[in-house]
């Protein structure tokens, strides 16, 4: 087989599906799901996609990106902005993601604290001087509990038709496995860590040159982050910091819990007018439900045994729903936890009984809401 055939045999073997970046970023996801980090930083971000992807992940409450470019960082950042589906239905996890225009060789204070630390395609982007200070910095000051470092496999290239040395202009070196992983092991040693190692993108069949890209995953052995450094000086500059509406947030979980209270209540005011008119249908009152029923009410029986109980009740034209009634209802409980706390949150913000403890319903809106078909029949 001749040189251009053989290439052009890899170039159809090597194609990886999904591109190796999602799988990277994929990766990091799923050790993400496994640990259940809370707080998170990407080293070398670029366009915040991976950044993006995590911000999806439950555990996640603190999710920073660093880059020393700040225009690839802003063209897409505004992917990190919350929608306004997460203020309609705020998470009840805190999230909160910043963006740092710094170099990963400098010390922030921002940095310490995190409980993992990614570092995807970016080491041999580093000069050497820098590629020198790096373990310092983040195995050293920043010392996450865990740090996922992935890099090109040099061996790997042959395999690929389009690169002449290394895969970007931009890289500074790449390794074989041998260099990378004498790296990784020294670092580990001098900082306190084990590694394991991996990668992604298999060789074709009967190629043993390892995965396309190689990764290390560093463990910190120890579980304290010791005595902080003296470093108290902020030097990386924040572009882009979002807040996400969060039902940890007074605000956000009184507006909740007033939307429930109000949602449930009408639905129980409901189904007590529904069944009281069935009910005097079959007692031969005649009349069509959904053309006037309202009128009717007056002739309705009170059910006077379910004053004081936990059963809504009319009076006149004026539905009350007991609030231990609402507050037995799952998702009400959840969120205020305590009865006296559904209360609080309500009070001001739900038409409530003279005493407080029912929810009043006006029966006429009831029915005009039915109009408008807001309720599922
Ligand atoms: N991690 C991203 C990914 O996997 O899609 C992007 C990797 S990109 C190949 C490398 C990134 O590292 C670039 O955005 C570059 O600006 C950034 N970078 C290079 N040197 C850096 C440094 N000293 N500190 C922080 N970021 C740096």
Known sequence: MDVKSQKEEFARAVRFRPPLYKQRYQFVKQLVMKHKPKKVADLGCADCRLLWMLKFCNCIEVLVGLDINEDVMKEKMHILTPLPG?????????????????????KDPCMRGFDMITCIELIEHLEAQELEKFPEVVFGFMSPSMIIISTPNFEFNPLLPTVKLFRHSDHKFEWNRTEFQNWALDIAARYDYTVEFTGLGA???????GFCTQIGVFVR?????????????????TVFKAVYP???????????????????????????LDRRISDSVERGFGFQPHRCFLKYLDYLPLAEADRGSMQPFIDGQTVYVPLVKIFSFPKVN???????????????????SDDGSAVVIDAEYVKELENYQMFPV
Do not use: W
Request: proline letters at 5%; aromatic letters at 6%.
């Open 334 to 352: 959840h969120l205020c936890g305590t009865f006296e706390r559904l209360s609080k949150l309500i009070t001001g913000k739900v038409a409530l």
């Open 86 to 106: 997460d203020y309609i239905q705020p998470s009840e996890r805190s999230l909160t993601i910043t963006l740092h225009q710094g170099s990963v060789v400098h």
């Open 246 to 272: 969060s039902l940890k947030d007074e605000k956000y979980l009184q507006n909740a819990v007033v939307s429930e209270v109000i949602q449930m209540a009408q639905i129980l005011a409901r189904t007590l």
């Open 221 to 237: 052995k120890y579980l304290e982050n010791g005595e902080p450094e003296k470093c108290k000086e902020h030097i990386y500059k």
């Open 203 to 209: 060789p074709p069949p009967g190629k043993d040159v």
